[in-house]
């Protein structure tokens, strides 16, 4: 079965960190740009962070420069998303995703691309 599978969601204070995994089963990532997105309750879902297939170059939106980091493990089929110093404000439901090129932080992709379930980020004291 081919799916992406995000984990490591959860309920932090503002100023603590998570690391969100997105596991890919059925088949390899090696070849895709991996995108992380996230969606806020009323609000439309935004592009986080983006790690090209050959290169690896990363990029990051502007809220999230400097506090978040995106990598990826090809051995192990995984992109991870670290994220630190967490605000109220990261508080969404965080997805990852398959496409054929980074523009920018934005995932470029195509109609036949992955998308993951979603795993709850909520940053609250």
């Known amino acids: 079965q081919v799916q992406l599978v995000e984990s490591g969601g959860g309920l932090v204070q503002p100023g603590g960190s998570l690391r969100l995994s997105c596991v890919a089963s059925g088949f390899t990532l090696d070849y895709y740009a991996i995108g992380w997105f996230r969606q806020a309750p009323g609000k439309e879902r935004e592009g986080v962070s983006c790690v090209s297939s050959s290169d690896v170059k990363t990029y990051y939106a502007d809220s999230v420069k400097g506090r978040f980091t995106i990598s990826r493990d090809n051995a192990k089929n995984t992109v991870y998303l670290q994220m630190n110093s967490l605000k109220p404000e990261d508080t969404a439901v965080y997805y990852c995703?398959?496409?054929?090129?980074?523009?920018?932080?934005?995932?470029?992709?195509?109609?036949?691309?992955?998308w993951g379930q979603g795993t709850q980020v909520t940053v609250s004291s």
């Open positions: 995703a398959t496409g054929y090129r980074c523009g920018s932080f934005y995932l470029i992709q195509r109609p036949s691309d992955y």
